[in-house]
């Protein structure tokens, strides 16, 4: 089983809509939860942090359920420019080494 | 503005080469990373250092080496290239006091024929 896991997609979203996207880890002792956004032959960035009571950012939400090990990405009023893979990143001691999902690549269109 | 610059964008080789990635980041961050990114395998982490001169194996060393002879730079060694080694190639940085924040130089695109 893969440590970090999503679902590839493609998501072809309409603009304006509401999209959600879910991540599982299978290592329980995971302590922090990032979501990374890479475009297109682009280097990833983070997106936000996920923290345990759920965070929002403008139009974005990350949420943690560490009961059943899952970390969930929802975006609200979709853009065109939220075009972009969404990559997946726990790491278990906080600042040590990334374990990325493969990422979930998101087309809005117009 | 926070910086990780990668010595070249594209890089073509031959089977057997010595390969030199090089990568400078100028935040004094202590931590460095080389991944690679292959399609539907995702980013995996090769090695990493937490300090001059020391590294630490990722989950795919075989093949490479390192160094990190100063804080601000960490080179990544492709001691006989092989085919199965092009790939994109990514470099990282962070600091203890930045938690989450991983900042990737531009990548290295290398193709070993």
């Known amino acids: 089983r893969k440590e970090v896991e999503q679902d590839p997609g493609p998501f072809n979203v309409p603009e304006g809509a509401t999209v959600a996207f879910n991540c599982t880890y299978s290592?329980?002792?995971?302590?922090?939860f990032f979501w990374y956004r890479q475009d297109c032959r682009k280097e990833p960035k983070l997106l936000m942090s996920v923290y345990s009571s759920g965070n929002e950012d403008g139009r974005f939400t990350a949420q943690l359920n560490r009961a059943s090990q899952y970390i969930s990405l929802l975006i609200r009023d979709s853009k065109l420019s939220d075009s972009a893979t969404y990559l997946c990143v726990v790491t278990p001691w906080g600042n040590e080494k990334l374990t990325f999902g493969t990422g979930t690549r998101l087309t809005i269109i117009p | 503005d926070v910086k990780v610059t990668q010595s070249s964008r594209y890089l073509v080789k031959r089977t057997g080469e010595k390969v030199f990635l090089e990568c400078v980041q100028d935040m004094d961050h202590e931590n460095m990373f080389w991944y690679r990114q292959d399609p539907g395998l995702g980013l995996r982490l090769i090695y990493f250092s937490y300090d001059v001169k020391m590294k630490e194996k990722g989950d795919i060393p075989e093949g490479y080496s390192v160094s990190r002879e100063k804080k601000e730079r960490f080179s990544l060694i492709l001691e006989s290239a092989s085919t199965n080694q092009t790939s994109m190639y990514l470099c990282?940085?962070?600091?203890?006091?930045?938690?989450?924040?991983?900042?990737f130089g531009p990548g290295t695109r290398l193709t070993v024929l």
């Open positions: 990282a940085s962070s600091s203890p006091s930045l938690a989450g924040a991983w900042y």
């Open positions: 290592n329980s002792a995971s302590q922090s």
